[in-house]
């Protein structure tokens, strides 16, 4: 019988042979020990996401829903959602972020000709967290002397060992929620030109219609959402890239070749590893799936891991192939949660790739050297030794 614990570090490790067993055996699965149900099939995730009055929300995104009672919208069903979500999502049109591709694309330029001497340098400490977290931070003001500070204090917080955050992520989670809410007076004290002292002026309308400005605590909750959700997630996802393009050197070519194909083979990244595996619901009300009935008030995972490798949507799910053609994947999630980030994500992702293979055409992977941490729903590498084998000027 099928047994998925995602603690578990070999599963942590690789899920997708477990992904599979859970698609053919037990498509609506339950995990007593947790007390979970996970739906891995990606016609039952996409429905689920579609169906956010029966699948809410608002008991936390994670399996243990710890942070259920934060200020994020990612935690919010309607209409508290749609009214904040309205706010945000005008900041990250499309449009809006196509105009800072100038600015991440220097970002990245940046990072990486500090490294244009080395060897080998390690993706994830030398480039793939810091060009997220910069990118973000100046858009949403996050000032330098901080922004490390806060990428630590979010590492500590993505920690698991079982289904309950550990105490050091609970102590972090203090720490930056104090760091953020000071940061919130500050600006309240010199506003700037950036997302928080938007949000501080813009007024949100209440559910009876009236509106009110936001707290300090809602500005500080935003603050800490958009800079978790916007560096932790690319962090991961361009080092999943780089081990695609290792062990696929005829891709890494073909990219390095014509960057065109870069946005497609983005897309290829975000399906073949996707940097988050689940997304946690609660039932509102008793739900068929599969003719199995799930309980009201229940846990329920959509395992977007195992949605993206499902053989009945996507043919040879487990070869990466950047030719692909993706008419859709759930990496984003879907329907009222889609991710607030997807443009800025896949502007950083792209420009990241681009810049790193017109430098680096040629790499491996020193195997020896990579790590992982078994972490919260975000799923990647902590560590990524990278083996130059040649290099171009630029
Ligand atoms: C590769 C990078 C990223 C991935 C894989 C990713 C993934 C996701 C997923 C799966 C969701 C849906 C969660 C759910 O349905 O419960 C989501 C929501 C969200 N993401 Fe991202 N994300 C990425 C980058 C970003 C960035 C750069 C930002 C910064 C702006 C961001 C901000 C958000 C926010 C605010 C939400 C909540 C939206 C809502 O609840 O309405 N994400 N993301």
């Known amino acids: 019988m099928v047994e998925y614990n995602p603690f578990d570090w070999e599963t942590a490790h690789n899920p997708y042979p477990v992904y599979r067993q859970l698609r053919d055996e037990a498509p609506v699965y339950r995990n007593e020990q947790f007390g979970f149900w996970a739906l891995s099939r990606y016609a039952d995730v996409v429905a689920a996401h579609l169906n956010s009055d029966d699948f809410s929300s608002a008991h936390g995104v994670t399996i243990e829903g710890a942070e259920k009672d ?83 204090l979010s590492d500590r917080i993505a920690v698991r060992e079982s289904a309950e955050m550990t105490e050091d992520g609970i102590l972090a989670t203090l720490e930056l929620a104090g760091l953020l809410t000071d940061l919130v007076r500050e600006r309240r004290a010199s506003p700037g030109d950036d997302v928080i002292t938007m949000l501080m002026n813009t007024p949100v309308e209440e559910e009876d219609g009236r509106t009110r400005m936001l707290t300090d605590d809602e500005l500080a909750g935003r603050f800490l959402e958009l800079s978790f959700a916007g560096h932790e997630t690319v962090a991961k996802l361009i080092p999943n890239g780089v081990v695609a393009l290792a062990w696929c050197p005829d891709a890494r070519r073909e990219l390095a070749a014509n960057p065109a194909l870069m946005a497609n083979a983005v897309e290829e990244m975000l399906r073949w590893d996707p940097p988050s595996h689940y997304q946690g619901r609660w039932t509102t009300r008793d739900v068929e799936v599969r003719g199995t009935v799930i309980p009201a008030e229940q846990r329920v995972i959509l395992v977007t891991g195992s949605a993206v490798h499902d053989e009945r949507k996507y043919p040879d799910p487990d070869t990466f192939d950047i030719h ?30 681009e810049e790193l293979l017109k430098r680096f055409p040629d790499f491996s992977i020193d195997e020896t050297g990579v790590e992982r941490r078994v972490n919260v729903n975000v799923r990647g590498l902590s560590r990524l030794p990278l083996v130059v084998e040649s290099r171009a000027a630029v």
Do not use: N
């Open 324 to 353: 692909r053609d993706i008419d859709r994947h759930v990496s984003f999630g879907f329907g009222r949660h889609l991710c607030l980030g997807a443009s800025l994500a896949r502007l950083e992702t792209r420009v990241a790739f």
């Open 70 to 152: 934060a200020p994020f919208l990612i935690v919010k069903d309607p209409p508290e959602h749609t009214a904040h979500r309205r706010i945000v999502g005008r900041l990250f049109t499309p449009r809006r972020i196509a105009l800072l591709e100038p600015f991440v694309r220097r970002t990245a330029a940046g990072l990486l000709d500090e490294l244009r001497d080395a060897d080998r340098f390690d993706v994830v400490e030398d480039f793939s967290f810091r060009l997220p977290l910069d990118v973000i931070s100046e858009l949403i003001g996050i000032p330098e002397s901080y922004r490390l500070q806060i990428h630590h």
